[in-house]
């Protein structure tokens, strides 16, 4: 039955890359048994965790048919605006840290989905905009001083320190980040939402179709609001999470890479029209994309590689998919007009 | 008698300055099946809108189960159990079964938290009253047309419907699919459901419906219970004329045929099919849908390559694989769907007329933007497009208009073969039979036609021979000049067989 | 009659033409002779080159209906590829430094169109969604010049080459004057041209273009070949302005060439769009930019101008044709009365 193959495909995406992620390990792992090293798999869960935090956010904002390139933004200047507004009061409270940046990603994000909705803008487009007018912003009102390790706030600089697990390794340790804590949490709270509420549902359906969800009475604007409110919080979050991983803070950095992060959710299955993707196929898409990053250099390969196989990975990936749809549209005699 | 579950008394409703409704009265009991019949522009979906909430009246009232309500609005029309089914079935298609049939009674509910046995016990409890076999997991853009209406009647039943509006329900349908649905209006009549169905497809407003409501011009003209009433008279109250139409006797003789196909096959769409087209015919094909018609007619066009077979165009074998191809060889296509395959919206009229003719106008090396407009100019006026819109865009006109907008780029070409694929759908009756006396016209010139068509008086009067095609396959070939008009239909509705 | 909209593109070409006459007017007393001096004038020529080829490419594929992500990437690696090409010491031995330059002034633009025609297999032979399709293309060529260089910049260009970024002819920079040409010979294409005409088909309705056998994946294949080609033009100016190739540059220019084919009125849905509003737009934001400079205004409140304007011009577009939409329906109703009051 047809039904049951789709499904079979949906399963069977997450299954492919699943398989890929454990083959290519495997591959590596037997080239180089540094890959199963603590270090190797600590570093990775590192590194994964704040394109992972960006990622849902994305996922979330393209489930609801739209695409989003001001996520790096968001993210760096709620970070830049936590760190500064602690210096300057003097408060030094990782909580808080979290709480500003977080305010600030949602207002910014709020931004966003008004811009969108007021105007019916193509979102490419108006990411793009606004992604130029929160970095422009911060950089003229706030300034673009790079915050170093001393200056950082303290309660950061620990938060980066800070490991869950610690693991005696040849004359030291090393630890699995604290941070992944809230890798974790919000993985789950977002698939809780986008599965389980009426909101995240709402989601879904406002992708997949949006007269119809007008006609469903749907409230269009609550619906995208809730989308890029959600998806600026969580890049505030992402925020803190790299000022304390790389206990430093540069505030022209980490834009630029949005388009990478919109790779991983697309090579997750999440589709670019909307109404489908989700979280672990995202998780998965960051993990691939992460793992080929970090250890492409333990087979020999210099770390300028990494963009390479990454690229391919993408046009395979939606190459393929798109293949696919373009055999089942023949079939059916579908011409449908994709964006 | 039970009180009426709809009574629209007196209403009246204009745009700026057009009476799309005046004085309507329309009453609906519970269980009745009642067909609003009408030509475009005649009211039907305004009444529909102002039923619904989407739109407000201007005098009159609507009485919803007993309670009169000068202005509805769509919480107070849900609350009165009245639903809406469009023609486009409003489905989200990327959510299962059971999710769409659940939203909106979920969303209603106002609840946070939803699971998918939540939507999973709604979606069972309105499928039980109409026991409907769906899989409730399955995605629904996976579905069959018939199947994605069966979700979207139980959407309404889950939301408690007692009135379900039903928008030109059996357009996509394969006969057999028109029994079932038939057979599921016939449930929730049982049930004390009431449906009120447009449609324009006469036969079948004749199978199901207890009463007949014909709209004209704004104006309720008739209401009849089934038994009153017949196709004729209803033409007639639905268009106000006797309509007259010339049947089409080739003159244009020539027994070396343009088309010649032989056992063609493509799974899934249509096996073994065979047949001929010579220039100077109309050539019909009829039959319903899911017959294999328009896949045909792709196949022909090059979207749609067979597996089987072989295409013969003016004597020699063929590969067509391409539009572009179809082309070169001299094969035109009106398509299905104007506006989605057929026209450039914004662009103006001049634009599209001449899509297809752009090379063409080559002179040496470039391409004289005076060249194009005069070539538009030239057949806009053959056509009888409105002249002065050569600059205006497209979706200004009137689908009369943009139908022979459509129809005058292909004669550009000087095509040898013409495939019509249901030319005069959403056309009013006017712009319809001028439509028709073009395409006469185009064949008694010497160009081969084939006509496909859900209408049998379309094709009746229209072609020189007709083919019936169900299930994949030709089952018949029909002389009209034999055959009466009675028997065709017969033959089409499957109530004889071949 | 090439458009309908003709009065409205010509009145947003006579609205940019209105703001770039204030612009420069304001300037006046605001930079008096700072800006006003052939030497400003004649740096800015050269800067707007580059940037002037790369809209060019990017309005081409937006007419199309599309977004081109790759073409600052393709820029990047096509330049990179003939800078190795010229500066390989082989090459130079064989041809001379005269030679090394004439060679990298054909490989490059030929390069980028290949590039460029990568997307059209995409997008021609597996239904690529063009955004998608260039995303990924974007990623591939940056990983293909990231893995090639390994981040190091290829320099040290041969006199003649390093002498395209800085000649004048009468005054004016001579990739100027290509440009004026380029894009001359672009919009007479447009209007003139089986492609051209064909690409406005394409762009409003892909599915139409198709059923009416336009030859839909020719004009697709020209377009980005097109859009290719004149990306590594621009590449060509750019790494001989600054004497270096690398894997990063002109990142910013996505947006800003997204913004001037949007301020010069194309619809990003396609179908609409004529290059000289685009001209336009270039120059009104290169005066803006080269003010700033000279103002001595951070390169963050340009950014944040550009990310403004882009909004704002897009919001615009919107409300204006809501209002035009609505003004239509007035217009069909008037008419129906008008029909029916006379029959």
């Given amino acids: 039955m047809k039904n049951t193959t789709i499904k079979n495909l949906f399963a069977r995406q997450e299954m492919i890359l699943l398989l890929i992620l454990v083959a290519y390990s495997v591959f590596v792992g037997i080239m180089n048994p540094a890959f199963f090293r603590a270090s190797t798999i600590f570093d990775i869960l590192k590194g994964s965790a704040g394109p992972l935090l960006l990622a849902l956010g994305t996922l979330v904002v393209m489930i609801s048919g739209g695409v989003d390139v001001s996520s790096t933004a968001v993210a760096i200047v709620s970070g830049y605006v936590s760190i500064r507004t602690m210096m300057a009061l003097g408060i030094d409270n990782v909580v808080l840290a979290f709480m500003i940046s977080i305010l600030m990603g949602v207002l910014l994000g709020a931004f966003n989905g008004l811009v969108i909705h007021r105007f019916e803008l193509p979102t490419l487009i108006a990411t793009l905009g606004t992604q130029n007018i929160f970095v422009g912003a911060m950089a003229t009102f706030i300034g673009t001083t790079f915050i170093s390790s001393r200056i950082m706030p303290e309660s950061l600089v620990e938060l980066g320190r800070g490991a869950l697990v610690r693991v005696e390794v040849g004359g030291g340790e090393v630890g699995l980040t604290v941070n992944i804590i809230p890798v974790i949490v919000l993985v789950i709270v977002t698939w809780f939402i986008l599965n389980r509420t009426m909101v995240g549902r709402s989601v879904f359906a406002l992708g997949s179709d949006k007269l119809s969800a007008r006609r469903a009475g749907l409230n269009l604007f609550r619906v995208r609001m809730f989308v890029y409110m959600y998806a600026g919080g969580l890049a505030g979050v992402m925020g803190v999470v790299y000022a304390a991983n790389t206990r430093s803070f540069n505030p022209l950095s980490l834009v630029g890479d949005e388009l990478n992060v919109i790779a991983a959710v697309v090579l997750g299955g999440a589709r670019l029209t909307g109404g489908v993707g989700t979280v672990l196929g995202t998780v998965l898409g960051v993990a691939i994309i992460t793992v080929l990053q970090q250890t492409l250099v333990l087979i020999g390969l210099s770390s300028s590689w990494n963009q390479f196989f990454v690229g391919v990975i993408i046009l395979v990936s939606v190459g393929v998919t798109s293949y696919r749809t373009q055999k089942a549209n023949r079939k059916n005699l579908t011409f449908i007009t994709v964006q | 008698m039970q009180q009426p579950v709809l009574d629209v008394r007196s209403v009246s409703k204009s745009f700026t300055g057009v009476q799309a409704l005046n004085a309507v009265d329309f009453t609906v009991h519970p269980g009745e099946v009642h067909c609003l019949a009408g030509e475009n522009g005649s009211g039907k979906s305004t009444l529909i809108k102002c039923v619904t909430g989407t739109e407000t009246i201007d005098s009159g009232s609507i009485i919803l189960e007993g309670s009169e309500y000068h202005g509805v609005t769509p919480s107070i029309a849900m609350d009165h159990g009245i639903q809406v089914i469009y023609q486009d079935l409003a489905l989200f298609p990327n959510l299962s079964v059971a999710e769409n049939i659940a939203f909106i009674s979920l969303l209603n509910r106002k609840t946070t938290l939803v699971s998918p046995d939540d939507c999973s016990d709604i979606a069972k409890i309105a499928m039980e009253r109409l026991r409907a076999r769906l899989n409730l997991d399955a995605i629904v853009e996976n579905l069959s047309m018939a199947d994605k209406q069966q979700v979207a009647i139980c959407r309404a039943l889950a939301l408690n419907a007692r009135l379900i509006f039903m928008d030109e329900p059996t357009t996509a349908l394969t006969r057999h699919e028109i029994d079932n649905l038939l057979a599921t209006i016939d449930d929730l009549r049982s049930h004390g459901i009431a449906v009120v169905f447009v449609s324009h497809k006469l036969d079948e407003v004749f199978q199901i419906a207890d009463n007949i409501a014909v709209l004209r011009d704004g104006k309720k003209v008739g209401d009849f219970p089934n038994e009153e009433i017949d196709e004729k008279k209803l ?70 390559p067979p597996d089987e077979g072989e295409i013969h165009f003016a004597g020699k074998r063929v590969s067509i694989n391409s539009p572009d191809d179809a082309k070169r060889l001299g094969i035109g296509l009106v398509p299905e769907d104007r506006h989605g395959q057929g026209l450039f919206a914004r662009l103006p009229v001049g634009s599209n007329i001449t899509a297809s003719i752009v090379s063409r106008l080559r002179r040496g090396l470039r391409i004289k933007p005076e060249d194009i407009s005069a070539r538009g100019l030239d057949l ?25 907008v459509v129809l005058g780029r292909w004669v550009a070409i000087d095509p040898k073969l013409l495939i019509l694929d249901s030319p005069t759908v959403g056309i009013d009756v006017a712009s319809k039979s001028e439509i028709h006396h073009h395409v006469q016209d185009l064949a008694q010139r010497g160009i081969a036609i084939l006509m496909i068509s859900d209408e049998v008086p379309e094709v009746y009067h229209n072609c020189n021979r007709i083919l019936f095609m169900r299930d994949g396959r030709i089952q018949a070939e029909i002389d009209p000049t034999a055959s009466s008009e009675n028997e065709l239909r017969e033959l089409v509705e499957g109530r004889t067989t071949v | 009659m090439n458009n309908f909209l003709k009065s409205e593109e010509h009145s947003r070409i006579r609205l940019l033409l209105g703001v770039l006459v204030l612009t420069l007017l304001i300037l006046i007393p605001l930079l008096g002779g700072r800006f006003y001096n052939t030497r400003n004038f004649t740096s800015m020529g050269f800067q707007f080159a580059e940037f002037g080829f790369l809209a060019l490419a990017m309005t081409l594929v937006m007419i199309a209906g599309g977004i081109d992500l790759s073409v600052v990437a393709n820029m990047n690696l096509s330049s990179i590829l003939g800078a190795m090409v010229m500066t390989s010491p082989a090459v130079q031995a064989a041809v001379g430094p005269g030679g090394a330059t004439l060679l990298a002034i054909v490989i490059i633009p030929i390069l980028a169109m290949i590039f460029g025609g990568l997307n059209a297999i995409l997008i021609n032979r597996i239904s690529v969604p063009p955004i998608l399709a260039s995303l990924g293309t974007m990623i591939f ?139 336009l737009g270039i120059v009104v934001l290169q005066v803006l930019s080269t003010a700033f400079n000279l103002m001595q205004v951070t390169p963050y409140v340009r950014q944040f101008v550009w990310g403004s304007m882009l909004l704002l011009v897009m919001a615009l577009s919107h409300v204006l044709a809501v209002r035009r939409q609505n003004k239509e329906v007035l217009r069909q109703a008037e008419e129906r009365l008008k029909k029916v009051s006379a029959g």
């Fill in chain 3, 141 to 279: 060529f940056t990983g293909v010049a990231m893995a090639i260089t390994g981040g190091e910049r290829v320099g040290d260009f041969p006199m003649p080459f390093q002498k395209i970024g800085s000649t004048t002819a009468a005054g004016i920079p001579i990739p100027t004057i290509v440009l004026l040409l380029a894009f001359s010979l672009v919009a007479y294409l447009l209007d003139h041209s089986a492609w051209g005409r064909s690409l406005y088909l394409y762009g409003e309705n892909k599915i139409a273009a198709l059923f009416s056998a336009i030859g839909d994946r020719r004009v697709v294949r020209m377009t980005y070949m097109l859009s290719g080609f004149l990306a590594g033009v621009a590449g060509i100016i750019f790494i001989s302005r600054i004497n270096s190739a690398r894997v990063g540059y002109g990142g910013a220019y996505v947006l800003q060439a997204i913004l001037v084919a949007v301020l010069g009125g194309t619809d990003p849905d396609g179908g609409i769009g004529k290059v000289w509003g685009v001209f």
């Fill in chain 2, 235 to 304: 033409t007639f109250y639905m268009t106000g004329k006797e309509v007259a139409s010339k049947t089409f006797e080739r003159t244009h003789v020539d027994t070396q045929p343009v088309l010649q196909i032989e056992h063609l096959s493509r799974t899934d769409h249509y096996s073994d099919v065979s047949l001929h087209i010579e220039p100077g015919e109309v050539v019909g094909l009829i039959g319903p849908l899911g017959a294999g018609r328009t896949e045909l007619a792709l196949s022909i066009f090059g979207l749609n």
């Fill in chain 2, 380 to 404: 806009m006026k053959r056509f009888r497009v409105r002249e002065n819109a050569l600059a205006e865009a497209v979706q200004n006109l009137s689908g009369g208009n943009q139908q022979r």
